[in-house]
């Protein structure tokens, strides 16, 4: 089972360059997230979708996109990359609402970014 | 106060030892409680839920404290294998519930 896959696994932007990050899932799951992770920062929300064409802002938006294509499919634009983007971005997708109690989430392998 | 405090670690532990984790959580109305591992350079994955008054599977042992509001992590008989980061959630309100994660501590299991 593939599960979260996310394309690419690893990029290098110039500051103001633009990129998409895809993810996708095959577990027919209603909620995908996306999260960044820093040193000594831990995961933190970036955006949140809870079905096809809705999203929901998270912790951390500024500086991003994101488009609920389908069920499947979750990805986030960064329109013009500045170098605190620099960080690993993790797609996540749930079968539960987002704070539900069974509200396990499985992650994609990630995707390092770095911004010059 | 952060939502979500865990010991960065690390703990560096000998093949065999018990080791145990802690974490403390902020909202005395959050009602469910994971704890995740994360291999270096990999992806979270779920490794114990916690709904009650705790868990067991195998050497891994989760227990929740309610009124201390804090969970803790024991894993008995370390392995190698045992040797990655441990994420404590926690589902906090915030408007609405919304799992929030720890910065995670460090394991090494020394042969």
């Known amino acids: 089972n593939a599960g979260v896959t996310q394309t690419p696994k690893f990029q290098v932007l110039k500051t103001g360059q633009s990129m998409t990050l895809q993810c996708a899932q095959d577990m027919n799951h209603n909620s995908m997230y996306w999260y960044r992770q820093d040193p000594g920062m831990g995961l933190r929300l970036i955006y949140y979708s809870a079905s096809e064409g809705t999203t929901d802002k998270g912790e951390v938006p500024n500086g991003y996109n994101v488009s609920r294509l389908n069920k499947r499919e979750f990805s986030l634009r960064l329109e013009s990359a500045a170098p605190s983007q620099t960080s690993v971005y993790f797609c996540a997708s749930s079968e539960a609402a987002r704070g539900a109690l069974t509200d396990t989430q499985y992650f994609g392998p990630g995707t390092r970014l770095t911004v010059l | 106060r952060k939502e979500v405090e865990q010991d960065p670690g690390p703990f560096n532990v000998p093949e065999g030892a018990t080791v145990a984790f802690n974490c403390t959580y902020s909202?005395?109305?959050?009602?469910?409680f994971f704890w995740y591992r994360q291999d270096c350079r990999k992806e979270p994955k779920l490794l114990m839920s916690v709904y009650s008054s705790g868990n067991e599977d195998g050497r891994f042992t989760a227990q929740l404290n309610r009124a201390s509001q804090y969970i803790s992590l024991l894993i008995r008989d370390s392995k190698l294998s045992d040797s990655a980061t441990y994420l404590c959630?926690?589902?906090?309100?915030?408007?609405?519930?919304?799992?929030?994660f720890g910065k995670g501590t460090k394991l090494s299991v020394i042969p």
């Open positions: 959630v926690v589902n906090i309100w915030a408007g609405s519930y919304q799992l929030t």
């Open positions: 909202n005395s109305a959050s009602q469910s």
